[in-house]
């Protein structure tokens, strides 16, 4: 299993309450098959995409493009550039927990993309409490976070001394299983049936280890691709280019722990400005300025409009 990322996608803090916790997310999978790239096999020259109109088949000065969506058959709404700007959610430095569920109530199809979630500076002690409280208590936490300008529900859930921040689906992406052709109660299983299926399922019995398993497409692809570059069949490509990560946000400061948990239970809206340190302990957080200016957050029952066919064909700005 790789290590840990060494790029930072992400700083900013978790706020639950009056708590903040500054926090650095790094991605938490890696794309480990190779990447193809189109080549004209002539020049020896990368292809790159070309907007072509469908209609004429001429290319497009890119000047002359704007972005539309599909309100209806063959009927778009287009938008300039600045109402999508306006329209993008305002960036912030903080993933607010909103509400606290049952750890397995999450709908597997929903997770989309983990983050390993670091503390940073003074975040060490409210960051292990958060950890151990999700632990002892079975919840994961749900919040909203915005990444390179797009907003993305997420769960902050507890991983061995860690934890990780999943990047969720939203509602309207995820297709329930209306129309499918699944058995009911009318078909029956046999009692020798569901033993001898509980002995099959008992002897392919094990620990989940997940370095057992390869994936042999990519094997057997990167020894072709080994055994030909041995082989001196390697090409030189014009104007082959990567892709730049994502930027980096810059993270918050955040004071007393107990003081801010205290406060957070009795609902006060309001906490003092950090005066130095603390003499009660050495280890507080420091308190974010503006938190003194906000009411802390309640869990809220998730309500949702009915959608409307514009809403659920957005566009990706």
């Given at each position: 299993?790789?290590?840990?990322?060494?790029?930072?996608?992400?700083?900013?803090?978790?706020?639950?309450?009056?708590?903040?916790?500054?926090?650095?997310?790094?991605?938490?999978?890696?794309?480990?098959?190779?990447?193809?790239?189109?080549?004209?096999?002539?020049?020896?020259?990368?292809?790159?995409?070309?907007?072509?109109?469908?209609?004429?088949?001429?290319?497009?000065?890119?000047?002359?493009?704007?972005?539309?969506?599909?309100?209806?058959?063959?009927?778009?709404?287009?938008?300039?550039?600045?109402?999508?700007?306006?329209?993008l959610p305002k960036t912030t430095q903080t993933i607010e927990i909103e509400a606290f569920v049952d750890a397995g109530s999450i709908p597997l199809a929903f997770f989309l993309k983990p983050y390993h979630v670091s503390p940073l500076g003074k975040g060490q002690k409210a960051y292990a409490l958060l950890r151990e409280t999700l632990?002892?208590?079975?919840?994961?936490?749900?919040?909203?976070?915005?990444?390179?300008?797009?907003?993305?529900?997420?769960?902050?859930?507890?991983?061995?001394?860690?934890?990780?921040?999943?990047?969720?689906?939203?509602?309207?992406?995820?297709?329930?299983?209306?129309?499918?052709?699944?058995?009911?109660?009318?078909?029956?299983?046999?009692?020798?049936?569901?033993?001898?299926?509980?002995?099959?399922?008992?002897?392919?019995?094990?620990?989940?280890?997940?370095?057992?398993?390869?994936?042999?497409?990519?094997?057997?692809?990167?020894?072709?691709?080994?055994?030909?570059?041995?082989?001196?069949?390697?090409?030189?490509?014009?104007?082959?280019?990567?892709?730049?990560?994502?930027?980096?946000?810059?993270?918050?400061?955040?004071?007393?722990?107990?003081?801010?948990?205290?406060?957070?239970?009795?609902?006060?809206?309001?906490?003092?400005?950090?005066?130095?340190?603390?003499?009660?302990?050495?280890?507080?957080?420091?308190?974010?300025?503006?938190?003194?200016?906000?009411?802390?957050?309640?869990?809220?029952?998730?309500?949702?409009?009915?959608?409307?066919?514009?809403?659920?064909?957005?566009?990706?700005?």
């Open positions: 299993m790789p290590s840990a990322s060494t790029r930072v996608t992400w700083k900013g803090a978790i706020s639950f309450g009056l708590v903040h916790i500054p926090i650095e997310l790094r991605s938490a999978t890696l794309e480990s098959r190779p990447q193809f790239k189109w080549i004209d096999s002539q020049s020896k020259s990368a292809v790159g995409n070309q907007q072509v109109s469908k209609a004429t088949g001429q290319a497009i000065d890119p000047e002359k493009l704007v972005k539309g969506v599909e309100y209806d058959d063959g009927q778009f709404v287009t938008l300039t550039k600045e109402e999508i700007r306006a329209a632990k002892k208590t079975g919840k994961v936490g749900i919040a909203k976070v915005v990444i390179s300008t797009r907003q993305h529900l997420a769960a902050l859930l507890p991983q061995d001394n860690g934890m990780l921040l999943n990047l969720l689906r939203w509602e309207e992406e995820v297709r329930d299983m209306t129309g499918l052709a699944l058995p009911d109660a009318s078909v029956a299983v046999s009692d020798k049936e569901m033993k001898m299926a509980e002995m099959l399922v008992n002897d392919l019995a094990a620990e989940w280890s997940p370095g057992l398993f390869h994936d042999e497409f990519k094997e057997q692809l990167q020894t072709l691709i080994e055994t030909k570059a041995k082989a001196g069949k390697l090409i030189s490509v014009a104007n082959a280019s990567g892709s730049e990560g994502e930027p980096v946000r810059s993270s918050g400061e955040v004071l007393n722990l107990t003081e801010l948990l205290q406060q957070s239970l009795r609902g006060k809206g309001t906490a003092p400005r950090p005066s130095g340190k603390s003499s009660n302990d050495s280890n507080v957080t420091p308190l974010r300025a503006a938190a003194a200016k906000k009411a802390p957050a309640k869990a809220r029952a998730f309500a949702k409009a009915p959608a409307t066919k514009a809403a659920g064909k957005r566009a990706s700005a």
